[in-house]
């Protein structure tokens, strides 16, 4: 059974009662709008993992002012049909004013691997992937943590995050999952 919690407490207090019975945490942290790549990595951290929590949150932090925030894809009911399927044990779905409340001014930001390519497009966009990342990591403490080589420069910086402070987390990078025209899946291709 796939439970569903939105509080920040019930979700460390769920994963802190699986590790404490002995199970390996796997953890996939998703902005939701699931597609056949996110249940890619779902089924790849179920092979590493026997407690798999995966979180839906459409981070702020990670989008800046132009960007498309307000129209990104939501698709809750189907995401929570899609973890069901897949046998995932625990969803966090937060809102953002608990994971952000009032006052938080906190940032997590790597200085260098996060500058080229698309951090020269995109300046603020990584400190708000590797400060959400690492609230989840903190909240869930999951053995394995699953991403997709699709974002490949996300999956660097957050294996960097984890080295530099000492997480003891294995940070697994999945193949991209392509339509059969080769186009990468990715939730924003509904925009298409
Ligand atoms: O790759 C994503 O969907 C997001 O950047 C992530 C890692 C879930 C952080 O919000």
Redesign the pocket.
């Known amino acids: 059974m796939t439970a569903v919690v939105r509080e920040l407490a019930d979700f460390r207090r769920a994963c802190d009662e699986a590790r404490a019975q002995g199970h390996r945490v796997g953890l996939v942290?998703?902005?939701g709008a699931l597609h056949a790549g996110h249940l890619s990595l779902i089924d790849e951290a179920k092979e590493r993992a026997d407690f798999l929590a995966v979180?839906i949150?459409v981070?702020p932090l990670?989008f800046a002012e132009d960007e498309d925030l307000g129209r990104y894809p939501r698709t809750m009911n189907a995401d929570l049909d899609g973890c069901r399927g897949r046998g995932v044990d625990l969803v966090f779905a937060p809102e953002p004013s608990g994971m952000y409340p009032k006052g938080f001014q906190t940032q997590v930001s790597l200085s260098k691997i996060t500058k080229p390519l698309e951090g020269e497009f995109r300046p603020t966009h990584f400190d708000g992937?590797t400060t959400?990342?690492t609230k989840l990591f903190n909240l869930t403490g999951p053995s394995v943590a699953v991403?997709?080589r699709k974002?490949y420069q996300?999956w660097k910086i957050l294996s960097r995050l984890a080295r530099d402070l000492d997480m003891p987390i294995e940070v697994v990078g999945c193949p991209i999952i392509r339509e059969t025209d080769g186009l990468a899946l990715s939730s924003r291709n509904r925009y298409l």
């Open positions: 942290p998703t902005m979180t949150f981070n990670q992937v959400v990342v991403f997709g974002d996300q």
